[in-house]
């Protein structure tokens, strides 16, 4: 499968950034669920460009749904999702159609595709191809939230400005993620807030990018989800983080920084709360043997700089193979921070809610409830 994800809650994205539209087919979705459609569009806005710290190519995102959903309700068949692309400027790539972008997937596209692709503002490439995935993302995450599992993200870092990090206590966490996906712009502290819009906004004003990391949590996931080898936790949410364009790095709890410490010192020691087995610290972000253990799911993402940048670069024509000047004279994002942190979100949805169905149909045979 190239462009499709899921086993039991599947989705297939498809379209191009300046074709007629982009979308996505959700498969798996039982009948009957009553979806809140401006929720799902209220976590679009969330992606939307607002302001100088985004590109100036503003989309309504309005999502129109085409199948799988009659009088207010899913039917159980494919639900399919259209989103149009109404504000495309396709001669800025004309120019410089054959110049490739440092950092972005001209080259790669063109190795693959025989120039078959549709190079118009990166085309399936394209960041725009992450309006469906929210769309997707936002129902996952609905879902969820009923069976109270709450998915929320905050710019922990830009560049050299950085937020405080989430709250070990789950109540303060689970707080922190409700304000969160609140907000336009989320960051925990005020004051950082500011400081990291302002840091955007210079490298906006120099035509440079910023990029730096999104720090997620998932509160209320019970103990005993995710499906090792293959499918643990870390590798089915690795795998759609990396899917999310300009993501080079992701990290589970300590991540990297259990490299300088001593098992004494990072062992996450067991106890018993309310009744419950719980950890007292949570070094592994809430993931053992690649299956929840009931804390909190806890990692980072790091996302490069924007490739797009305004000032003039080195490459190569891609026809000629002559080195050239590359001066880009679209409208891209100098920061994808604030707009990135709804799609991480709603990629975690995605596969948080896969691993629970499998974890259903697992608990079901147990039960002997296939027979
Ligand atoms: C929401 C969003 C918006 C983006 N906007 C831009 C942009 O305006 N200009 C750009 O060069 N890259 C942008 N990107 C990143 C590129 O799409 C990405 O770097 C490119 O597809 C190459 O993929 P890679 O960085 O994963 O190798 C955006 C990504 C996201 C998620
Ligand atoms: C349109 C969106 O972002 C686009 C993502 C993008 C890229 O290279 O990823 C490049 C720009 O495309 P264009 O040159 O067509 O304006 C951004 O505007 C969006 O996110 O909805």
Known sequence: MKNSFGNNIQVTLFGESHGEAIGVVIDGLAAGLALDLDHVQKRMAQRQAKGRISTQRHEPDAIRI???????????????????????????????????????????????????????????????????????????????????????????????????????????????????????????????AGRIHAVMEAAANDGDSVGGIIETAVVGLPAGIGEPFFDSIESVLSHLLFSVPAVKGVQFGLGFDFASYYGSQVNDAFCVQDGQIRTVTNHNGGINGGISNGMPIRFQCVIKPTASIFKEQDTVDYQTKEPVRLQIQGRHDPAILHRARVVIDSVTALGLLDLCCTNQAYQGMKKGECQ
């Open 66 to 192: 085409v199948s799988g959903w009659f009088e207010g309700h899913t039917t159980g068949t494919p639900l399919t999702i259209l989103i149009e692309n109404t504000n495309t400027r396709s001669k800025d790539y004309e120019r410089t159609r054959y110049r490739l972008r440092p950092s972005h997937a001209d080259y790669t596209a063109f190795a693959k595709y025989d120039g078959f692709q549709d190079f118009r503002g990166g085309g399936h490439f394209s960041g725009r191809l992450t309006a469906p995935i929210v769309a997707a993302g936002a129902i996952a995450q609905q879902l969820l939230e009923q069976n109270g599992v709450f998915i929320g993200s905050h710019i922990l870092r830009c560049h050299s400005e950085s937020d405080h990090p989430f709250a070990t206590d789950e109540p303060t966490l689970k707080e922190q993620i409700l304000r969160l996906n609140d907000l336009d712009f989320p960051v925990l502290d005020e004051e950082s």
